[in-house]
């Protein structure tokens, strides 16, 4: 059974930084894909950040240059730092992770950006 848990959400004045911690139950190679995204409260779940099996990241054009993803691959675990943070990152943040067969999803954590 695969389990993604994600960490690291909190609550942060605007301008501060956070980092997402997505740990994976045994290894992250299985996954072709790992992904971070967010939704708040009657909107769809968007993408915010994923890197591929080749490390090459992706971001949203509105996390350009504030957020910075990352694999440890050692640790089995995938990283989300967020810098320069406005209110409106505030949302649920989601771990994802794409096998190529099935997509395996973590329980959300919270981040409350204030103004």
């Known amino acids: 059974q695969v389990q993604l848990v994600e960490s690291g959400g909190g609550l942060v004045q605007a301008g501060g930084s956070l980092r997402l911690s997505c740990a994976a139950s045994?290894?992250?190679?299985?996954?072709?894909?790992m992904g971070w995204y967010r939704q708040t409260p009657g909107k769809q779940r968007e993408f915010v950040a994923g890197?591929?099996?080749?490390?090459?990241?992706t971001y949203a054009d509105s996390v350009k240059g504030r957020f910075t993803i990352s694999r440890d691959n050692a640790n089995n675990t995938v990283y989300l730092q967020m810098n320069s943070l406005k209110p409106e990152d505030t949302a649920v943040y989601y771990c994802?992770?794409?096998?190529?067969?099935?997509?395996?999803w973590g329980q959300g954590t919270q981040v409350t950006v204030s103004s």
């Open positions: 994802k992770g794409n096998t190529g067969i099935t997509s395996y």
């Open positions: 045994g290894s992250i190679f299985r996954f072709n894909f």
């Open positions: 890197i591929g099996s080749g490390d090459i990241p």
